[in-house]
């Protein structure tokens, strides 16, 4: 129940093009789903974030849609660009005594072709 | 602004040997701290979080262990190391009381155990 299910395992995209990694959820505790950015060798970034309030969350380049009832959310890369080749991480949280502690999905690598 | 360190950056340690990895968190109080694991190609394993001085909860059992004897430092450590011990090891630490989940990461320790 606590899964957080992540595709694709590794995705090319040719420069320009769009990015869409998806995760899937069981806990319908959870309350906040953040995505963090990899380079090799570095601790993850927190990129952007959603709370199940809204269905859609963008910034810059980068956009969240949240389905609820489906238990699903995306990441989308607008324009992507060689610099955002890193592995993507998808995580969740909430749920009351264990609200601290986020469930990762097992990520995306994601390479963007110039 | 907040800062989180972790030393070393790289480790080699034979089989059999112990392991003291220290990780320290700068601008915040009594934050909530993690570690994490994360083996090659692989996603984010918790393995300890705190949410106060000596307040120590284990994910996954294993060798390891880890303290908090200062309210922003977190030390992970073991007796005898594994050759399955070898990984990427990543501190976190969150707001405590919890508003949202959002972890900051640190720089992380890569660790080869030969």
């Known amino acids: 129940q606590q899964q957080v299910k992540q595709s694709p395992q590794s995705l090319i995209v040719q420069k320009g093009g769009i990015s869409i990694i998806n995760c899937a959820y069981e806990n319908t505790a959870f309350d906040y789903f953040p995505w963090y950015q990899q380079f090799p060798g570095k601790g993850p970034a927190l990129l952007i974030a959603i709370r199940p309030d809204v269905s859609e969350k963008k910034e810059g380049r980068f956009t969240i849609s949240f389905n609820k009832s489906a238990k699903q959310f995306s990441l989308h890369i607008m324009d992507s660009q060689p610099g955002d080749s890193a592995t993507y991480f998808c995580?969740?949280?909430?749920?009351?005594?264990?609200?601290?502690?986020?469930?990762f999905g097992k990520g995306t690598l994601l390479t963007v072709n110039p | 602004s907040q800062t989180i360190h972790q030393w070393p950056a790289t480790l080699v340690q034979p089989v059999g040997s112990p392991l003291s990895l220290e990780c320290t968190v700068e601008g915040t109080s009594n934050p909530n701290l993690y570690w994490y694991r994360q083996a090659a190609g692989r996603g984010l394993q918790l393995l300890f979080y705190s949410v106060g001085i000596g307040q120590i909860s284990s994910e996954v059992p294993q060798n390891l262990s880890a303290s908090r004897p200062q309210d922003r430092q977190f030390i992970l450590s073991s007796k005898k190391l594994l050759l399955s011990d070898s990984g990427f090891y990543l501190c976190a630490w969150s707001v405590n009381p919890i508003s949202n989940s959002e972890q900051f990461f640190g720089p992380g320790t890569r660790l080869t155990v030969l």
């Open positions: 995580a969740a949280s909430g749920g009351g005594g264990s609200n601290y502690k986020l469930t």
